[in-house]
């Protein structure tokens, strides 16, 4: 690991092994900012214009100071279910903790959540990787029932393809598919079929977001590279009506989510999420 600066993201920590980099935020964030092969494209979506924030009543009367919620891009760690202390305004700087071949990006504790939240990435020979997503409760309750969730923005022009049940179960359902009320079923870059769901992203500002209960790894094609993510999905309850991942797309950009089991975290208690990455072309 070295340290760079990178465009206006500003301090970030670069990560390369197997002809592939990575490059983490660091003054703010984080934000796995950048993967690609050595010299190559970036798969990730950066928000340079800031073209997607969010501020408001809500930040001004319960986070003083913190400022408004910026995407900034690339892969972030966020928590579900979706309200506004969802949208914690990550503007600070991250703690950055080596050990061996892993580096872990700690925040601060949230003040509305009390949750503390940290990525820990493990670059393998091939420059693949693990990425680790961990909540603690740091702070003086019990929380209500929450889920880890790991969204990947991804670059214009990316294709989402997330497998769905086959299995035969006779007179019980295999599949489920979650709609979000401004999605248009019918709109064309929207694809379900018996085994797969897919989504592009193109030039239309009509937002779409879809969510299922995936059964393998999903993949992402995008500039002529492939981004596959794996993960596994413990037993429990998951939310917005039973999904492990999501798909959402504008005329901007393109999200992979994969979501963890929801629940209430005691105080001092941790909770993981572990996605492990390839990229291929």
Same mark, same amino acid.
């Given at each position: 690991?070295?340290?760079?600066?990178?465009?206006?993201?500003?301090?970030?920590?670069?990560?390369?092994?197997?002809?592939?980099?990575?490059?983490?935020?660091?003054?703010?964030?984080?934000? +796995?900012?950048?993967? #690609?092969?050595?010299?190559?494209?970036? %798969?990730?979506?950066? @928000?340079?214009?800031? /073209?997607? &924030?969010?501020?408001?009543?809500?930040?001004?009367?319960?986070?003083?100071?913190?400022?408004?919620?910026?995407?900034?891009?690339?892969?972030?760690?966020?928590?579900?279910?979706?309200?506004?202390?969802?949208?914690?305004?990550?503007?600070?700087?991250?703690?950055?903790?080596?050990?061996?071949?892993?580096?872990?990006?700690?925040?601060?504790?949230?003040?509305?959540?009390?949750?503390?939240?940290?990525?820990?990435?493990?670059?393998?020979?091939?420059?693949?990787?693990?990425?680790?997503?961990?909540?603690?409760?740091?702070?003086?309750?019990?929380?209500?029932?929450?889920?880890?969730?790991?969204?990947? +923005?991804?670059?214009? #022009?990316?294709?989402?393809?997330?497998? %769905?049940?086959?299995? @035969?179960?006779?007179? /019980?359902? &295999?599949?489920?598919?979650?709609?979000?009320?401004?999605?248009?079923?019918?709109?064309?870059?929207?694809?379900?079929?018996?085994?797969?769901?897919?989504?592009?992203?193109?030039?239309?500002?009509?937002?779409?977001?879809?969510?299922?209960?995936?059964?393998?790894?999903?993949?992402?094609?995008?500039?002529?590279?492939?981004?596959?993510?794996?993960?596994?999905?413990?037993?429990?309850?998951?939310?917005?009506?039973?999904?492990?991942?999501?798909?959402?797309?504008?005329?901007?950009?393109?999200?992979?989510?994969?979501?963890?089991?929801?629940?209430?975290?005691?105080?001092?208690?941790?909770?993981?999420?572990?996605?492990?990455?390839?990229?291929?072309?």
């Amino acid at each position: 690991m070295e340290f760079v600066n990178y465009k206006s993201f500003g301090k970030c920590a670069k990560l390369s092994k197997g002809g592939k980099t990575m490059l983490v935020t660091v003054d703010v964030g984080p934000r +796995v900012i950048y993967y #690609g092969f050595d010299g190559g494209e970036n %798969i990730f979506y950066e @928000d340079e214009k800031d /073209l997607i &924030n969010k501020g408001g009543e809500y930040f001004d009367k319960n986070l003083p100071n913190k400022g408004i919620w910026h995407i900034y891009g690339g892969h972030r760690l966020w928590k579900c279910p979706e309200y506004m202390d969802t949208y914690y305004p990550d503007n600070a700087a991250v703690n950055v903790i080596e050990n061996g071949d892993s580096v872990t990006f700690l925040t601060d504790v949230e003040e509305t959540t009390g949750i503390q939240k940290s990525i820990k990435i493990t670059m393998t020979e091939d420059g693949n990787a693990t990425v680790e997503h961990k909540f603690v409760n740091n702070g003086k309750n019990t929380t209500p029932p929450i889920a880890l969730w790991a969204l990947s +923005v991804m670059d214009k #022009g990316a294709k989402a393809c997330i497998p %769905i049940s086959t299995q @035969d179960t006779g007179l /019980l359902p &295999n599949r489920n598919i979650t709609l979000w009320s401004y999605t248009d079923i019918k709109d064309e870059r929207l694809c379900i079929q018996n085994d797969k769901i897919t989504l592009q992203q193109k030039n239309n500002p009509q937002p779409i977001k879809i969510g299922t209960f995936a059964c393998g790894a999903v993949s992402v094609d995008i500039k002529g590279m492939r981004f596959t993510i794996d993960f596994i999905s413990p037993e429990g309850e998951y939310g917005d009506n039973n999904c492990n991942i999501e798909s959402y797309t504008n005329d901007i950009m393109l999200e992979i989510e994969t979501l963890s089991p929801i629940k209430c975290m005691q105080v001092g208690e941790e909770a993981m999420h572990t996605e492990k990455w390839s990229l291929t072309r």
